[in-house]
């Protein structure tokens, strides 16, 4: 016998004790929690993923910045002309590129 049954014969022999179902105000909150929760998870896997590319790119940005979601982070991820044609990194492009988000 499984659970389920064993649980519904019990309840038709009126053994179990009604279940507690908070007021409609509480299951809202909860829900709202719950959604923040998850939402908050799938921000800090984006942002692992983020870093993660990034390091397969060769580029240790996390280790320069705190944060790479940050207006400076981002600052440097999308400026292109910091790059030369060689394929290397133009230091005082980025640079300056950190300066100006910064402002």
Same mark, same amino acid.
Not at 15 to 28: H, N, S
């Given at each position: 016998?499984? &659970?389920c049954?064993?649980?519904?014969?019990?309840?038709?022999?009126? +053994?179990?004790?009604?279940?507690?179902?908070?007021?409609?105000?509480?299951?809202?909150l909860?829900?709202?929690?719950r959604?923040?929760?998850?939402?908050?998870?799938?921000?800090?896997?984006?942002?692992?993923?983020?870093?993660? $590319?990034?390091?397969?790119?060769?580029?240790?940005?996390?280790?320069?910045?705190? &944060?790479?979601?940050?207006?400076?982070?981002? $600052?440097?991820?999308?400026?292109?002309?910091?790059?030369?044609?060689?394929?290397?990194?133009?230091?005082?492009?980025?640079?300056? $590129?950190?300066?100006?988000? +910064?402002?």
């Amino acid at each position: 016998m499984q &659970d389920c049954q064993w649980l519904q014969r019990l309840h038709t022999y009126g +053994l179990l004790a009604a279940a507690f179902r908070p007021p409609e105000q509480i299951c809202v909150l909860r829900s709202y929690l719950r959604q923040r929760a998850m939402l908050v998870t799938y921000a800090s896997q984006h942002i692992q993923h983020m870093q993660k $590319a990034l390091t397969q790119m060769n580029l240790k940005l996390q280790h320069v910045v705190s &944060d790479v979601t940050s207006v400076t982070g981002v $600052a440097i991820i999308i400026s292109p002309y910091a790059v030369t044609q060689t394929g290397s990194v133009n230091v005082r492009k980025v640079e300056s $590129a950190a300066c100006r988000a +910064l402002r």
